[in-house]
């Protein structure tokens, strides 16, 4: 995982984020989730290609986070972007958010954390193929 300033966010978010007919995409208000009053935002992208892609590249953030030193307890704001083809289908994507769900129902927080998703479809990539890049947001007010 990466630290982000504001600048490099709002570039990474430029980069991913595209307005397709397919596409599923954060308004203002989901993006001021994960860059309001942080004092940490960290990135990571993961990818993997086969029949439990989304899942298998959500389960490889938690462990991430614990090897960098990170408590996941602290994580007050989780947007997760997957670009994947357009017949990919959108259960799995449910399925593997729901491991970051769980995980916070796993946690003590003092406030529960906003987890949101979204997603760009680009038929070029195999069907069976994810992308996901992962924005985490820390605040000291936590």
Sequence with gaps: MKILSKEELK????????????DINPDAEDISLITKDKDLVLMGT????????????????????EKNGLSFADVNAIFVHFQINTDYNLRNIEDAMKIIYNK???VYFT?????MFSTSCDDSLDIDYVKATVFVGYSKKS
């Design 11 to 22: 570039i990474e978010l430029d980069n991913i984020l595209t307005y397709g007919v397919n």
């Design 46 to 65: 993961y990818e993997n290609s086969s029949a439990k892609t989304a899942h298998k590249v959500i389960s490889s953030i938690i462990p991430d986070f």
């Design 104 to 106: 916070c129902d796993a």
């Design 111 to 115: 406030e529960e954390p906003d987890v």
